[in-house]
């Protein structure tokens, strides 16, 4: 496949395209600043832009079967980002006619699972206090996919570690999985590669942890 990556510096969106490229697609990675990409290969595309211009991106979503986005806040002063970021990628997606397109959220944004521990409850309640600028952030870029003509995926993770990939891991369409604490950014990156093909995920929150 043919797929571009936003946020490719960051942990996700380079476990993201060191794991495509190893899988043999083509990949564009779409960067501010080229020097902070580690990751090299064939197959590789490296296109250098700002994001503050959906003209500016079509170019690097054109003709692509998939879009895989890690952009989002990483401190609370960041807060903001991830909204203003992804509907700059949604306006360049939608002038190029390109549907499927799947990005990083968090766990405490969709709903709790079912049969959730009050424990857990209220652990994931004081998250959110704690960062709830960084979640109404990606509460309001959940909410402009939906309304935008993608075929989008939000990928809902709890607390991210730096990991080797395991590829063992649960999800949770539509909901979160129960006790689900931790997962992997390599990990994260791999749910998100898997479920490009994956109809049952279209239109949806998938929760995803160990």
Same mark, same amino acid.
């Given at each position: 496949? =043919? &797929?571009? +990556?936003?946020? %490719?510096?960051?942990?996700?969106?380079? =476990?993201? *395209?060191?794991?495509? &490229?190893?899988? !043999?697609?083509? +990949? $564009?990675?779409?960067?501010?600043? @080229?020097?902070? &990409? $580690? +990751? $090299? !290969?064939?197959?590789?595309?490296?296109?250098? %832009?700002?994001? $503050?211009? @959906?003209?500016?991106?079509?170019?690097? +979503?054109? !003709?692509?079967?998939? *879009? &895989?986005?890690?952009?989002?806040?990483?401190t609370r002063k960041d807060a903001g980002i991830a909204t203003r970021l992804t509907r700059t990628v949604l306006g360049a997606m939608e002038a190029e006619g390109v549907r499927r397109l799947l990005v990083v959220s968090a766990g405490p944004v969709g709903p709790d699972p079912e049969g959730a521990a009050f424990v857990d409850r209220a652990a994931r309640g004081l998250v959110s206090l704690l960062l709830k600028d960084v979640y109404a952030d990606l509460a309001a870029m959940e909410g402009d996919l939906a309304r935008s003509a993608t075929d989008w995926t939000v990928v809902r993770p709890p607390r991210l570690q730096n990991k080797p990939v395991t590829g063992s891991y649960r999800t949770a369409v539509g909901s979160f999985p129960l006790k689900g604490r931790f997962i992997g950014r390599a990990d994260v990156a791999h749910a998100m590669l898997a479920m490009i093909d994956e109809p049952g995920t279209v239109k949806q929150g998938v929760g995803v942890a160990y």
């Open positions: 496949m =043919e &797929l571009t +990556v936003f946020g %490719a510096t960051g942990g996700i969106g380079q =476990e993201i *395209v060191r794991q495509a &490229l190893d899988s !043999g697609h083509q +990949v $564009t990675a779409v960067v501010r600043d @080229p020097a902070r &990409l $580690t +990751v $090299t !290969g064939a197959g590789l595309k490296v296109f250098r %832009a700002d994001l $503050t211009d @959906p003209e500016a991106l079509r170019p690097a +979503v054109a !003709g692509r079967d998939a *879009v &895989l986005s890690g952009l989002g806040a990483r």
